[in-house]
């Protein structure tokens, strides 16, 4: 039986509130469903993350705020078994976001918003795009440098 709901109106710094959605956004949650998660939590009643996760969790966002240069957060990734890719852009407006993907075998994992990062975020941090072509444009470009050795 699922329990009433009630509606609530929080007032907090603005700084908080951006913490929070980050947060939200790196849990792959919606802000409304960390905020219950916080409580529940201190409350003790929350489900608990394996610690393997959350060891994972912040070895990544600690390789993304150490980092300076785009080249400098890929190395930092790769040491830890991770890559940033760049998805074809399939006809869509804009910038889609980056991808976080396995290293070597650069098998997709998940968007990299889910780290509560925007690629946004990193080109204003890093004062440059994100370098390279997206990953269907590399396959493209390995099939014809391939095609081209052959012949």
């Known amino acids: 039986m699922k329990q009433p709901a009630m509606n609530l109106t929080l007032r907090m710094p603005l700084k908080l509130l951006n913490k929070a959605n980050r947060a939200a956004r790196a849990a792959d949650q919606t802000l409304a469903e960390f905020l219950r998660q916080a409580i529940l939590s201190q409350l003790g009643e929350a489900p608990k993350v394996p610690p393997a996760v959350v060891d994972k969790r912040r070895a990544l966002a600690q390789a993304i705020e150490d980092s300076v240069t785009w080249p ?10 991770y890559v940033l890719r760049a998805p074809g852009e ?3 407006t804009g910038q889609p976001p980056l991808i976080l993907c396995t290293w070597p075998e650069e098998k997709p994992l998940v968007p990299l918003t889910r780290l509560g ?18 990953m269907e444009q590399r396959e493209k470009a390995a099939q014809t440098g391939a095609e081209r050795r052959a012949a």
Do not use: C, M
């Not at 400098?72 to 078994?81: H, T």
């Not at 990062?117 to 997206?134: N, Q, Y």
């Open 117 to 134: 990062v925007s690629r946004e975020d990193l080109t204003i941090k890093f004062a440059s795009h994100f370098p390279g072509r997206p």
């Open 72 to 81: 400098g957060l890929q190395a930092r990734l790769r040491k830890l078994g």
């Open 90 to 92: 399939n006809g869509r």
